[in-house]
């Protein structure tokens, strides 16, 4: 279902003021997505929200597929009782992730909306029960391969060891890192590590799996994290997991 951003109905415009019915500040926002370059939104997706269909609904902010620059974009929408007044530090931390091809790729951002461009695929979780072992050493890589490259621009994504609710996987195989919402760019903790973690040593049906399709225990995985923790060097890191993702 689809609606021009001027045509939504009265329940569409509930979306864009969650949980709150707000006619003025729907009118307000359907500016500010007008200014952004949305054109449209699409309510299709996983998740329900009074009857209509979404991407997805956080405790800040609820996520909506549309369409701008000619191209489908995911539309992030705070929430009106979100505990943060504005999306832009989230906008800085997802433009910095891009600089290193991490994260979906922002479009467009305002205080109450970020726009990206929509990626198509399944959570990681959901989507390594189905997998092959081969898919799942490619996925595993391009995971640890990304966590590394936010490791050396010092952001922490803060969430990573819960990669169901932060990870897509896409048809491709390609891996996306989303939610940058809590991400610091002054904490001392590691991506690669809370990766590991959830990745190998969580005791959850996917760790199991990816631990047997890399042929790695979950005393290996943890070794390799504490290297890696101590040291902080990308040579530790794959010469301990380096052969195993081949």
């Known amino acids: 279902m689809a609606a021009e951003l001027w045509n939504l109905n009265s329940r569409q415009r509930l979306v864009l ?36 269909r979404v991407l997805a609904k956080g405790t800040t902010s609820v996520v909506v597929k549309g369409e701008a620059f000619g191209a489908q974009v ?32 922002l479009l467009a951002a305002s205080r109450n909306f970020l726009v990206w461009k929509y990626v198509e ?17 490619v996925v595993a890589k391009k995971l640890i391969e990304q966590a590394l490259a936010l490791d050396s621009i010092g952001l922490v994504h803060m969430e990573l060891s819960r990669l169901g609710d932060h990870v897509l996987v896409t048809p ?18 590691s991506n690669v590590t809370q990766v590991l973690q959830g990745l190998l040593v969580r005791e959850k049906e996917v760790a199991a799996k ?37």
């Open 74 to 105: 995911a539309v992030k929408a705070r929430r009106m009782d979100a505990n943060r007044s504005s999306l832009l530090a989230e906008a800085e931390r997802l433009r910095l992730a891009n600089k290193v091809g991490v994260g979906p790729r």
């Open 121 to 137: 695929g399944l959570p990681l979780e959901e989507w390594a029960l189905k997998a092959k072992p081969n898919e799942l050493r």
């Open 17 to 52: 003021t969650y949980p709150y019915a707000d006619d003025w500040e729907a009118r307000r926002r359907i500016v500010e997505l007008t200014m952004l370059g949305v054109k449209r939104l699409v309510f299709e997706g996983r998740v329900e929200l009074w009857g209509l």
């Open 210 to 246: 990816f631990r047997l399709a890399l042929g790695v225990s979950k005393e290996e995985a943890l070794e390799a994290a504490k290297a890696y923790k101590a040291e902080r060097r990308r040579e530790t890191l794959l010469k301990l997991l380096g052969a195993r993702l081949e």
């Open 172 to 189: 491709q195989l390609d891996v996306v890192i989303f939610d940058f919402e809590t991400a610091s760019t002054t904490s001392l903790k």
